[in-house]
Antibody, heavy 119, light 107 residues
Framework: EVPLVQSEAEVKKPGESLKISCKGS????????IGWVRQMPGKGLEWMGI????????RYSPSFQGQVTISADKSINTAYLQWSSLKASDSAMYYC????????????WGQGTLVTVSS | EIVLTQSPGNLSLSPGERATLSCRAS??????LAWYQQKPGQAPRLLIY???SRATGIPDRFSGSGSGTDFTLTISRLEPEDFAVYYC?????????FGQGTKVEIK
């Protein structure tokens, strides 16, 4: 089974806004944290932030605080990652991943959403 | 921020050989250490959590050990599907940080 399904790849221009999604299924969405991970081309993995859909408690890594917004709609089992003004340096693969708690490994991952920002 | 340093950066081995990957933390993470496998074009997959517990469905040729600052992932006999990049991740501090990865390639 694939518990996390992400939205399709996006091509945007600098300055545009974007919201990508991650839909959970097959488990109680509100009982697990959903995190977002960035992987820039040819590079490693970076945690951006996590959200607990049960009460929308959200934590951000310092590097991403103020740069993105993480949200969730528990009525449709979906978490979001949003930018208000994209930069070329936001071009990357973005993964969502499920965590049992803040102090927990990520046991399931979405398939990834490729974001390309280019003029 | 806790920094994880993985070694070696690249490991060239033949199928059937043993692979030993290292992850060192800049300060103690207790046993809050996970290992992930990533193949080209795929999302990471959890292999090991709690430093030594195998995730669901992971073959027993994968094993993890260590605590504090020094950790090891061992693949006892490499299968063709094991050639990939491996990342360690600590999750005991902040949201967690990843190592830079070790690429295990076919010799």
């Amino acid at each position: 089974e694939v518990p996390l399904v992400q939205s399709e790849a996006e091509v945007k221009k600098p300055g545009e806004s974007l919201k990508i999604s991650c839909k959970g299924s097959g488990y109680t969405f509100t009982n697990y944290w959903i995190g977002w991970v960035r992987q820039m081309p040819g590079k490693g993995l970076e945690w951006m932030g996590i959200i607990y859909p049960g009460d929308s408690d959200t934590r951000y890594s310092p590097s991403f605080q103020g740069q993105v917004t993480i949200s969730a709609d528990k009525s449709i089992n979906t978490a979001y990652l949003q930018w208000s003004s994209l930069k070329a340096s936001d071009s990357a693969m973005y993964y969502c991943a499920r965590r049992d708690g803040v102090i927990s490994a990520a046991d399931y991952w979405g398939q990834g959403t490729l974001v390309t920002v280019s003029s | 921020e806790i920094v994880l340093t993985q070694s070696p950066g690249n490991l060239s081995l033949s199928p059937g050989e043993r692979a030993t990957l290292s992850c060192r933390a800049s300060q103690s993470v207790s046993s809050y250490l996970a290992w992930y496998q990533q193949k080209p074009g795929q999302a990471p997959r959890l292999l090991i959590y709690g430093a030594s517990s195998r995730a669901t469905g992971i073959p027993d040729r994968f094993s993890g050990s260590g605590s504090g600052t020094d950790f090891t992932l061992t693949i006892s006999r490499l299968e063709p599907e094991d050639f990939a990049v491996y990342y360690c991740q600590q999750y005991g501090s902040s949201l967690g940080t990843f190592g830079q990865g070790t690429k295990v390639e076919i010799k």
